[in-house]
């Protein structure tokens, strides 16, 4: 879907090291949010957001920080990156709570 | 906890084939969402269902709810090269805020 883009697509950083993951969808969709995607675990809530200056956490929200100062967009940082944030890293919005979902292409993060 | 099950992992079927995937849920849910993901690509949205019981077709998929809006299946009739892809179910649980995820169905079709 055109309609959100993520960026970069592909990052390798170093541990200890600061990334940010960028994330802008063009619908005006409420909510937003971030997922990990890890072989055996499928998909696991990071974080979401309902709204501008609306976050909450989600099922494995450790190590990260996001903010929504705009609807459009939605960064993750991982502040101190770990080998264990290895991972897909999915950023999603839709229209409303619990309401179908639209996906970015993702953004593959390694961290060495 | 807020945890929705998914059955097979895996499923290898020969071309022509039938496939299904299940999930199962330990507490009701609101509804439930199937999504399918391309290798390499990224999860699209296929169907919402919502009622007890609800039954939704799409060309050769049909999308099942259970009763006690605590399970639902996915089958594909005559699979063909285009199904390869993981299956996901996304659960709302009842009074919940956000969808949960089942770990996937990933198929593989052998022509």
């Known amino acids: 879907d055109a309609g959100i883009t993520q960026s970069p697509r592909y990052k390798i950083t170093e541990t200890g090291r600061q990334v940010t993951l960028m994330c802008h969808q063009t619908w005006s969709h409420s909510y937003m949010f971030w997922y990990r995607q890890d072989l055996g675990h499928g998909l696991r809530l990071i974080y979401y957001?309902?709204?501008?200056?609306?976050?909450d956490k989600g099922e494995v929200p450790d190590g990260y920080v996001v903010s929504r100062s705009k609807t459009e967009n939605f960064p993750l940082t991982l502040e101190s990156a770990t080998r264990s944030q290895t991972s897909v890293y999915f950023c999603?919005?839709?229209?409303?709570?619990?309401?179908?979902?639209?996906f970015g292409d993702g953004t593959r993060l390694s961290i060495l | 906890g807020q945890q929705v099950m998914q059955i097979p992992q895996y499923q290898h079927v020969q071309e022509g084939e039938d496939f299904t995937t299940y999930c199962n849920s330990s507490?009701?849910?609101?509804?439930i969402q199937w999504y399918k993901q391309r290798p390499g690509g990224h999860p699209v949205f296929l169907i919402q269902?919502?009622?007890?019981?609800e039954v939704k077709k799409q060309k050769r998929l049909t999308f099942q709810f259970g009763e006690a809006k605590k399970n639902s299946s996915l089958h594909i009739t005559a699979t063909q090269t285009t199904d390869v892809g993981t299956y996901f179910c996304a659960g709302l649980h009842t009074g919940a805020n956000n969808l949960f995820f089942g770990t996937g169905t990933r198929l593989t079709v052998i022509p």
């Open positions: 957001s309902a709204a501008a200056d609306i976050t």
């Open positions: 507490t009701t849910l609101s509804n």
């Open positions: 269902l919502v009622k007890s019981g």
């Open positions: 999603a919005s839709s229209l409303g709570q619990g309401q179908p979902q639209h």
